[in-house]
């Protein structure tokens, strides 16, 4: 079975810090989605990646296929960035449990 | 393009009864997922397919069926429901490598 964990499950920093969210994953998983879901909202993707760095706006995801680890970075964190970030392999099989990201003013 | 449309939004249900989830994508994907997503245990799969006429289980399937009569829809059966169901269900689509398109979610209450 896939396995996807995510560190840390919660996290609250202040406007502008930078942000870093973790996610190891199993054997099997050659690919990695990290999604956006804010509070009572629909989820939507973020980034499908299997080796590299991808940037979009202040988001950069980088990927480590060999030590099976990916993260997400948030640059200038902004309140608007509060939501919960999930990641998971890109076959939609199996996802971590969340994190939780507030940012406060 | 609509992406993947769920209906309900909201439903409550009472201990027993069954009801269907509709999830419809007009993308022409080939792949089709639903998922619960319940507090401190994130997005469980439930059933998936990979085309029409093909569905598999995912890791909590019991308690709900799928069919795939056509690419666009792929429908969530509750046969009996329990309050054990109650939790939000998202349907999510996408094409071969490609990223998942989620629907906006249907949250179900069982009483």
């Known amino acids: 079975k896939n396995e996807v964990e995510q560190s840390p499950q919660n996290l609250t920093a202040q406007e502008g810090e930078f942000i870093t969210i973790n996610c190891s994953y199993s054997?099997?998983?050659?690919?990695l989605h990290w999604l956006q879901q804010h509070p009572g909202g629909g989820i939507v993707s973020l980034f499908m990646?299997?080796?590299g760095k991808k940037k979009h706006g202040r988001l950069i995801a980088t990927i480590n296929i060999q030590e099976k680890h990916s993260s997400l970075h948030i640059t200038a964190s902004h309140p608007r960035d509060s939501a919960v970030y999930i990641c998971?392999?890109?076959?939609?099989?199996?996802f971590g449990k969340g994190t939780h990201l507030i940012i406060q003013p | 393009n609509a992406g993947v449309t769920q209906t309900p939004k909201f439903q409550v249900l009472k201990t027993g009864q069954s009801m269907t989830l509709q999830c419809a994508q007009d993308?022409?994907?080939?792949?089709m997922s639903w998922y619960r997503q319940d507090p401190g245990m994130g997005l469980r799969l439930i059933h998936y397919?990979?085309?029409?006429?093909?569905?598999d289980q995912g890791e909590v399937p019991n308690g709900y069926n799928v069919s795939r009569s056509t690419t666009e829809d792929f429908p969530l059966r509750l046969l009996s429901a329990a309050p054990s169901q109650t939790s939000v269900y998202f349907c999510?689509?996408?094409?071969?490598?490609?990223?998942?398109?989620f629907g906006d979610g249907t949250r179900l209450s069982i009483l």
């Open positions: 999510a689509s996408r094409d071969r490598n490609q990223p998942q398109h």
């Open positions: 054997v099997g998983i050659s690919a």
């Open positions: 990646l299997s080796s």
């Open positions: 998971g392999g890109a076959d939609g099989l199996t």
């Open positions: 993308m022409n994907h080939e792949y």
């Open positions: 397919s990979v085309g029409a006429g093909i569905t």
